[in-house]
């Protein structure tokens, strides 16, 4: 199998970071090759750009945030991902272009159809293999976004939005299924651990 390119998604308070390392761990036990990097982020020029789009004094368009965050992923996948990828090394991306789709398109509203124009242009054919869409329900987001000590320009939306959010990742997931692996984050550790693990390896054996 070519080497894979994987992302880790969902709404704010769903465990990301928690399954981030249940992911690393998957890929060290089989000694595979892999790279983990972040949207906004992943480059110099990117990590500049999540300050700026993550600080709460930020004052932007929805336009302007979303060519944001295309710019600081043109840079993320010319300079990271597709060097990996070319060289064999698999690459798991906490968030990607879902995340614009729900939070710029879903959240704040911003056309799809500009968000794909911007994909189409930026990414070519590029797009990931596998998604890891981790959910739970709101209460339970906005009751681990509450715990936050300092919450970013995005956690401190009110409820409405991120259910708005939510409602977009799930459309995606429902319309491509083939890609997606929707993991319900709202239980034991433990069996949200076995779900991402279980994921993975389903992925990994499938045909070449």
């Not at 996948?77 to 939070?103: Q, W």
């Not at 869409?133 to 995005?154: C, G, H, N, T, Y």
Request: aromatic share 8%.
């Amino acid at each position: 199998m070519q080497a894979q390119f994987i992302t880790l998604d969902g709404i704010d308070g769903a465990g990301k970071s928690t399954n981030l390392n249940v992911i690393r761990n998957w890929f060290d036990k089989r000694r595979l090759p892999v790279l983990f990097t972040r949207e906004p982020g992943g480059t110099p020029l990117g990590e500049a750009l999540r300050e700026i789009l993550l600080n709460p004094a930020t004052q932007a368009g929805l336009r302007t945030e979303t060519l944001l965050m295309f710019a600081a992923r043109q840079q993320h996948i010319e300079n990271v991902i597709l060097p990996a990828l070319k060289s064999g090394v698999h690459v798991v991306s906490d968030r990607f272009t879902d995340a614009t789709f729900a939070y710029q398109g879903g959240g704040r509203g911003v056309p799809f159809a500009d968000i794909e124009t911007l994909e189409n242009w930026v990414q070519g054919s590029l797009r990931p293999d596998l998604t890891l869409l981790l959910d739970v329900p709101l209460e339970v987001s906005m009751s681990r976004i509450a715990q936050a000590r300092e919450k970013d320009r995005f956690e401190q939306e009110e409820a409405a939005f991120f259910t708005r959010v939510r409602d977009a990742y799930l459309s995606r997931a429902a319309a491509a299924p083939e890609r997606y692996a929707l993991i319900d984050s709202n239980r034991d550790l433990a069996l949200v651990r076995q779900s991402v693990e279980e994921a993975l390896s389903r992925h990994f054996q499938k045909p070449a």
